[in-house]
């Protein structure tokens, strides 16, 4: 049967979140570049019932993800991508997060731009961790926006990052750029496409955070913030969902934060 396609790639709590909430009467198209866990993800929705396929790829790479829009183009229509792979600082070294985090969401920007269907949409997963970083000069956003995806990391202001926990935010205030930019070349599609800032979110990845040297300050954000606990998974599938669906026809281009207020208490400081 030639059905709509969900694209969901990285494969961790939140992936499959969406998968799970977005992807039934869909082909659902998960890509990681960890093929065991892939292939557990793949077989548990698959068992309950999803139409699932699956694939590798390696954002950093060009030709990776390339052939991995053209799997999902030979699926049926692209109506759907929801892109969370990524690395935090506690994961890996600068280079790998700005390889991964920043390259690997142009590059699926870029080629899942080619391939996207006329009333489809994409999600860029970021993180507030963006939202705390300094403006960027006029000079740096317009590079991180329009410049090849080959030449980011080749930036000047870009290569010289040594430090995951200054890589990790800068990478995600570049996909906000990004992601704004390119929703001029999705709109010739007739597409849309976001990018959601999740705050400290309960996934494998979360609670490595919180088990590393930051934890204490992650758990004092939450406590601060206007909800007072910490993320779901579901919590970010919702808000991808919105986005993705025909309630969100007119918004494009743009950041969702979706942190339970701890960049608000952050910003708004104590009374």
């Known amino acids: 049967m030639y059905r709509e396609v969900l694209t969901v790639i990285g494969v961790g709590g939140m992936g499959q979140a969406i998968a799970r909430r977005l992807g039934s009467s869909k082909t659902v198209l998960l890509a990681d570049n960890n093929e065991r866990v892939l292939t557990s993800v793949a077989e548990s929705l698959s068992a309950d019932g999803y139409d699932v396929k699956s694939q590798t790829v390696d954002v950093a790479s060009p030709d990776s993800v390339h052939a991995l829009a053209e799997f999902a183009d030979s699926l049926g229509n692209v109506t759907q991508l929801a892109h969370t792979a990524g690395l935090s600082p506690a994961q890996a070294s600068a280079a790998s997060i700005l390889a991964v985090d920043l390259l690997g969401v142009a590059l699926v920007l870029r080629e899942f731009g080619d391939v996207i269907a006329p009333g ?22 317009r590079a991180l926006a329009h410049n090849p995806p080959e030449e980011l990391l080749t930036l000047d202001f870009v290569s010289k990052i040594g430090e995951p926990n200054f890589a990790y935010p800068i990478a995600k205030q570049a996909n906000v750029v990004r992601v704004r930019a390119a929703s001029a070349h999705w709109g010739r599609r007739g597409a849309r496409i976001n990018s959601i800032s999740p705050g400290i979110i309960s996934t494998p990845m979360g609670q490595q955070e919180l088990a590393s040297p930051v934890g204490d300050g992650m758990r004092a954000m939450i406590a601060m913030s206007g909800t007072g606990r910490i993320g779901t998974p579901d919590d970010i599938a919702a808000a991808v969902a919105f986005l993705l669906g025909s309630d969100a026809t007119f918004i494009t281009g743009t950041d969702l934060l979706v942190d339970g207020g701890v960049v608000a208490a952050a910003k708004a400081g104590t009374p």
């Open 120 to 141: 489809g949409a994409g999600v860029v997963i970021s993180s507030m961790a963006g939202h705390f970083m300094p403006p960027l000069s006029a000079e740096q956003e």
